[in-house]
């Protein structure tokens, strides 16, 4: 919240300035009363000046004070309208300047309306605001009795702008609620889209995009990528034997085992497709994914499930192929060599893993 109030307020700095030059310089008022204009004036230019300053360097503020960098932010907003309604309370007293306090009233409505709506998103911050924009000018007018009339709209409009103010802090925080949720449920669609209904993996579709992308970084790092692919032996007479379900049962045993055995962030294990299973690793040394998969291959040849007071057990063929990519080179070369080392598995009798040997 804090970043947006800050670029909510950054246009006000410019606008105090400029609006009490137009006011302090028309019809000869400076000159009428230059004591009172060059105070007024150079008080209010100085503290947004100030508050300019504050501004290029909150990045630096924010990272070394903390709290007290949001203090000083609410202290210049504070300070500023304070300023302003001293200096609109005392124009009220000037009778004999009508003129000007016609602009005054102007500048200083238009300056709460706008302060109030860019602080809305913190109650008090916009609320005081109000208070001290509106209410010195509202004091002088009730116990000067200058313009009992100005007084009781001025309440009126303070008494306004404190409900618009409590109007925009709720919509904004629910419009931020909103935003959150909204990103949230769009984090879990496109988990949902990226996700292997069954296992929880990641699909074929996700595998493509991360094959791609991991590719073309591993070719900008000069960095090796492995593959592995592993298909369940026999599944098909699980699912005669047992049934779909105990398949379904199994695959996702399967799927907890791969997570298990490989554990890095950066390893993306997918679901191929039926019982097929690839995890992509980048940057692993020569061997390291052979052995990994070796790990992998003994674990299911150990594990068993229980299925309805049922034991099913079987084994897994693996292929598995390392590439250095580089340019003119397919990405679809090293889905190639890590399947043709899974069919080259199977054929050697299965529950085994080869590796392509370039």
Request: net charge positive; charged share 20%; proline share 3%.
């Amino acid at each position: 919240m804090m970043p947006d109030l800050k670029k909510r307020s950054f246009v006000g700095i410019f606008i105090y300035t400029i609006a009490l030059g137009v006011v302090v310089f028309s019809d000869g008022y400076f000159f009428r009363h230059p004591g009172f204009s060059s105070l007024f004036f150079f008080s209010i230019t100085g503290i947004c000046l100030l508050r300019f300053v504050y501004v290029l360097m909150e990045p630096w503020l924010r990272t070394r004070m903390g709290k007290t960098n949001q203090a000083l932010f609410f202290a210049g907003v504070g300070f500023t309208a304070l300023i302003w309604g001293v200096g609109f309370a005392k124009v009220m007293t000037q009778l004999q300047e009508m003129h000007i306090q016609m602009l005054m009233v102007v500048c200083t409505i238009g300056i709460c309306a706008g302060g109030c709506m860019s602080f809305s998103p913190n109650l008090w911050a916009a609320i005081f605001f109000n208070m001290f924009t509106l209410w010195p000018g509202a004091f002088v007018a009730a116990f000067w009795e200058v313009n009992l009339p100005l007084l009781v709209l001025l309440c009126m409009f303070s008494a306004y702008m404190a409900f618009m103010s409590i109007r925009g802090n709720t919509e904004y925080h629910t419009a931020l609620k909103n935003e959150a949720l909204l990103e949230q449920k769009t984090k879990g669609l496109e988990k949902i889209s990226n996700s292997d209904g069954l296992t929880g993996l990641y699909n074929r579709r996700y595998f493509d995009t991360a094959l791609e992308i991991q590719w073309q970084e591993a070719m900008r790092n000069k960095s090796r990528l492995s593959l592995m692919i592993a298909d369940i032996d026999s599944f098909k007479q699980v699912n005669d034997r047992f049934g779909h379900l105990c398949g379904d049962e199994y695959l996702k045993m399967i799927s907890h085992i791969l997570g298990q055995v490989f554990r890095r962030k950066t390893d993306i294990i997918a679901r191929f497709g039926g019982e097929e299973f690839v995890v992509l690793m980048s940057d692993l040394p020569p061997g390291a994914a052979h052995g990994l998969a070796e790990d992998f291959r003994q674990k299911i040849e150990r594990s068993e499930l229980t299925f309805e007071s049922k034991t099913v057990q079987t084994t897994v063929s693996m292929g598995v192929a390392q590439v250095l990519p580089c340019k003119g080179q397919q990405m679809q070369t090293l889905i190639s060599r890590a399947d043709t080392m899974l069919y080259k598995a199977k054929e050697k009798g299965r529950n085994r893993v080869e590796i392509y040997q370039e």
